[in-house]
């Protein structure tokens, strides 16, 4: 695909397959883009990022030593090659870390097993798992200590599901949606509670919430919702504007369940909705003649790739940015002290 970013006014210069060059030829016209606000970064990630920035950067002094990280820091395809490219060793799991070597778990968490793996070989671990995903392994220890059956509401698969169900994984049933919740059988349906991802749609974990209380009333839930404010709030805030919009673009990657979700969102309000890794990744018939565009990122996406996004668009042709702002974010995370220099 030829990316959007490379033809400037739709004037570019580049050999490109004549087709494509009228497909984006097309769509070329003044339009105005809508920002939601908040977007892009949360707290547990850019506590993450700074994580493995001062390790490599404790690495880089010293001048040896490898820093590996523990499956995707975050869900973004652009910070995980950049971390590459500084050094960085991405690996599944601690099989691929060598005894005594510092390893990094990343922002979604892991099971009691793979901390007992790591004490076992004697790893330097760096925990940089959001304080918010830490919250719920809480929550998990304690309702499994007192008998319940927990329901954690969650996506098969996801690493942050992964790790809450090692904290009793014969106590934890995930359900993974209304329907799901409507056929659960527990051994004792008086000693129930739920959790969630964190990373969930709001709609419809209450959705998934209602149905299993439905089917438990003594159905007991966290002390706060898990669904956490990051996610909240950039789903809002797309929600928000979205009969504003002709089409919207959310950046971030596939396997980002916050991102998905807010494209869900948007769709849900009846507005054409695609997730985008980046500019490259638009494609003519998105946009179409659509006037006014939703931009939004997820919570692992960059800021730089919102404005590479906006930078593209204005090769299209002139544009206005008005940001939309529906929540003023103030939590940060202070990096784990394992991270500091020994
Ligand atoms: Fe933490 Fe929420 Fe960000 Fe996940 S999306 S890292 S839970 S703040």
Not at 62 to 91: M, S
Not at 119 to 146: M, Q
Not at 185 to 193: F, L, N, T
Not at 196 to 215: F, K, S
Request: aromatic share 4%.
């Amino acid at each position: 695909m030829v990316a959007l970013a490379a033809m400037p006014g739709c004037r570019a210069a580049v050999p490109v397959v004549e087709p494509v060059l009228d497909a984006w030829a097309a769509v070329c016209g003044a339009r105005r883009i809508l920002l939601a606000s908040p977007r892009s970064l949360c707290a547990g990630v850019e506590r993450v990022i700074r994580t493995v920035d001062m390790l490599l950067d404790q690495r880089n002094r010293a001048g040896n030593g490898l820093v590996y990280v523990r499956k995707q820091i975050v869900h973004n395809a652009h910070v995980v090659k950049g971390f590459e490219q500084r050094g960085a060793v991405f690996v599944e799991e601690l099989d691929q870390v060598p005894d005594g070597a510092a390893v990094a778990f990343s922002a979604h968490g892991v099971s009691p097993a793979v901390r007992a793996e790591a004490a076992r070989r004697g790893l330097r671990v760096v925990d940089a798992t959001c304080p918010l995903v830490t919250k719920v392994h809480s929550e998990a220890r304690r309702f499994a200590a007192r008998g319940d059956t927990i329901m954690l509401i969650g996506h098969a698969g996801h690493e942050e599901t992964e790790g809450i169900l090692g904290e009793a994984p014969d106590r934890t049933v995930l359900v993974e949606s209304a329907a799901g919740a409507a056929v659960l059988e527990v051994a004792d349906p008086g000693r129930v509670s739920y959790l969630t991802q964190t990373t969930l749609a709001v709609d419809e974990t209450t959705e998934v919430t209602a149905a299993l209380r439905r089917r438990f009333p003594a159905l007991e839930g966290p002390g706060s919702e898990d669904v956490c404010y990051a996610t909240t709030n950039r789903q809002h805030a797309v929600a928000r504007v979205a009969g504003r919009w002709d089409v919207v673009l959310v950046i971030g990657s596939t396997n980002s369940s916050n991102s998905v979700r807010m494209v869900e969102v948007a769709r849900r309000a009846g507005i054409p909705a695609h997730l985008v890794e980046d500019a490259a990744a638009i494609r003519p018939d998105w946009i179409g003649k659509a006037v006014t565009l939703g931009l939004s990122a997820g919570a692992s996406a960059p800021p730089v790739l919102v404005n590479e996004v906006i930078a593209a668009l204005q090769g299209l042709g002139p544009v206005t940015v008005t940001e939309h702002t529906t929540a003023v974010e103030t939590v940060s995370f202070a990096p784990p002290v394992t991270a500091r220099p020994r």
